[in-house]
C-alpha cells in the first residue's frame, strides 16, 4: 500500500474514531476514556521502545506530539489542564543546561580537555582510565547525552591517531556518562525530573548515590579491561592539534557560571532560578551570534519531555491508572527490591523518562529514598542493553559515521552483568541507610 494511502486511512479513522466519541456513541464515557488513553500510551511506549514508528516516519518527540494532541483532541485533557499538566521548571532547567553545555562546545572545552589530558597519557589502560573518569565526572555536571555527543568525537579522533582499537573506549564513554551521572539530579534528563518533582535535597541524593556511581565506574574499568586486554596492552604517543582554537573569555565565562549555577545549587537554591539565570547570563555575549548557540539544543528532547507530561496526565485522569495499580499495587512498591526491579525492568521497556513518568505516582512526595532510588537505579538500568539509553545511542551512532561498529552483543557482554551486579549492590545500599 502507498504510503499517502496509509496516512489517508488512519487519519480518516482516528476522525470518525473522534466523531463517535464526541457524540456519545459509546454507551460509557469513563470506560471510553480509559480505553482511548490506554491505546495512545501503548502507541507511544511502542514508538518509545523502537525508537521510531513501524509504519510511519515518526520518531519519539513526533509520537509524544501526536498521543498529546489526542488526549485533548478526546477531551481527556482540556487545554488547560493540558499546560497545567506540563512541569515547566523540568523545561527550563533542561533548556539552561543546554544553552550552558553549548557554549563549552563553542569555547572549545571538549578539545581543550584532551590537549591537557590526553597529552599525558601513553598506555591503553590509563587511556580507558582517563575516558572513563572524565566521561563519568563530565555527565555528572552536564547532562550525559550532550557530553556523549561532544565527547565521543574526541575519543575516536585520539583512538584513530595513536591507531588502537576504538570499542573498548566507545563502551567506555557510553557507560560511563551513565554511570557518572546518575549520582546528580543534573546529569541526566530523568534526574532533572526527579530533582523538580520531589524533595530531595540535592546535596543528600548526592552524598548517597555518589559512592555506588564511583563504584560503578571502577567497576567498569574492571570489567573492561578483562574482556579487552589484548587491545589495551598498547603504549603510544599522543600530540595534539595545534591548530585546535580555544576561547580562552568563553572558556572561563561559562565554566564559572556552571559553578555558580552548582553552587547556589547545593546550598538550596531552586535549579530553575540558577540554571536560568546563568544561561541568560551566556546568551549576554558580544563575540558568539545566539543563532551558533541554539544550533546546540536539543529541541527533540524537549517536546519530547512536553508530550510526555500531557500524556502521562491524560492517563492518570482517564482512571486507567487505577486499573494498572491492581495489577501493582501501591502498598508492596513501597518495598526498595521490587520498586528498584520494577524502576530497572521498566527502563528498558519503555526507556527510562516514560518510567520515570510512570511510577512517580507510586512515591508519596516525603519518601525520599524511593525518590533517591528511582534517579539512581533508572539511570543504572541504561547500562543493561544497548537500548536502554538514548546516551549509548548516540554513541554508536557518531561511530558508525566514522566507520566504526559497536555491535549489541559487544555492548551486552559488559554492560548486562555490570548493571545486574550493580544494581543488587545498590538496593542493599538503599536498604541499608533506609
Keep these: 500500500m502507498k504510503p499517502f494511502m496509509q496516512e489517508f486511512i488512519v487519519g480518516f479513522i482516528l476522525v470518525m474514531v ?27 511506549l511502542i514508538v518509545f521502545t523502537l525508537g521510531k514508528s513501524p509504519v510511519f516516519r515518526v520518531d519519539r518527540a513526533g509520537m509524544s506530539i501526536i498521543g498529546a494532541s ?13 499546560v497545567q499538566a506540563i512541569d515547566a521548571k523540568t523545561i527550563v532547567v533542561l533548556f539552561s543546561l543546554m544553552v550552558v553545555v553549548s557554549n563549552l562546545k563553542l569555547a572549545g572545552f571538549f578539545t581543550y580537555i584532551g590537549k591537557v589530558v590526553f597529552t599525558h597519557i601513553h598506555t591503553g589502560k590509563t587511556l580507558l582510565l582517563a575516558v572513563i573518569f572524565m566521561s563519568g565526572i563530565l555527565s555528572s555536571i552536564v547532562i550525559n547525552d550532550i557530553v556523549c555527543l561532544l565527547f565521543t568525537p574526541v575519543v575516536i579522533m585520539i583512538c ?39 524533595q530531595v535535597p540535592a546535596g543528600e541524593y548526592f552524598l548517597s548515590a555518589a559512592p555506588i556511581s564511583f563504584l560503578g565506574l571502577i567497576m567498569l574499568y574492571l570489567a573492561i579491561s578483562f574482556k579487552y586486554k589484548n587491545d589495551l596492552s598498547v603504549s603510544f604517543e599522543y600530540k595534539s ?60 528532547l524537549l517536546i519530547m ?45 519503555v526507556s527510562n523518562v516514560p518510567a520515570v513518568l510512570l511510577l512517580r505516582y ?56 555490570l548493571t545486574i551486579l550493580l544494581s543488587i549492590i545498590s538496593i542493599i545500599w538503599f536498604e541499608f541507610i533506609n
Design 18 to 44: 473522534l466523531v463517535i466519541f464526541t457524540i456519545g456513541g459509546l454507551s460509557n464515557m469513563h470506560d471510553a476514556q480509559e480505553l482511548v488513553a490506554g491505546l495512545i500510551l501503548l502507541a507511544t
Design 70 to 82: 489526542l488526549m485533548t483532541a478526546f477531551g481527556i485533557l482540556s487545554l488547560e489542564e493540558a
Design 160 to 198: 584513530l591517531k595513536v591507531k588502537v582499537n576504538p570499542i573498548p573506549y566507545l563502551l567506555a564513554v557510553a557507560m560511563a556518562s551513565n554511570i557518572g551521572s546518575a549520582c546528580t539530579f543534573i546529569g541526566n534528563p530523568q534526574n532533572v525530573l526527579i530533582g523538580s518533582l520531589s
Design 241 to 300: 592539534d595545534n591548530n585546535s582554537i580555544i576561547h580562552k573569555y568563553l572558556l572561563s565565562k561559562t565554566i564559572i557560571v556552571l559553578a555558580l549555577v552548582i553552587v547556589f545549587y547545593l546550598v538550596g537554591f531552586d535549579l530553575s532560578l540558577t540554571a536560568s539565570f546563568g544561561a541568560a547570563f551566556l546568551l549576554i555575549n558580544a563575540r558568539i551570534k545566539p543563532e551558533r548557540v541554539y544550533e546546540d539544543i536539543d529541541f527533540n
Design 305 to 349: 519531555f512536553i508530550g510526555l507530561f500531557i500524556i502521562i496526565a491524560g492517563v492518570e485522569k482517564s482512571g486507567l491508572l487505577d486499573l494498572i495499580n491492581s495489577f501493582l499495587p501501591p502498598e508492596y512498591m513501597k518495598e526498595i527490591p521490587l520498586f528498584s526491579v520494577m524502576a530497572i525492568v521498566l527502563s528498558n521497556i
Design 362 to 417: 507510586y512515591i508519596p512526595v516525603d519518601e525520599q529514598i524511593l525518590w533517591q532510588a528511582l534517579a539512581l537505579l533508572s539511570t543504572i538500568a541504561g547500562n543493561l542493553t544497548v537500548f536502554g539509553s538514548i546516551a549509548n545511542l548516540i554513541v554508536i551512532e557518531i561511530a558508525k559515521k566514522q566507520g566504526i561498529k559497536v555491535t549489541s552483543n559487544q555492548y551486552l557482554k559488559i554492560g548486562f552483568p
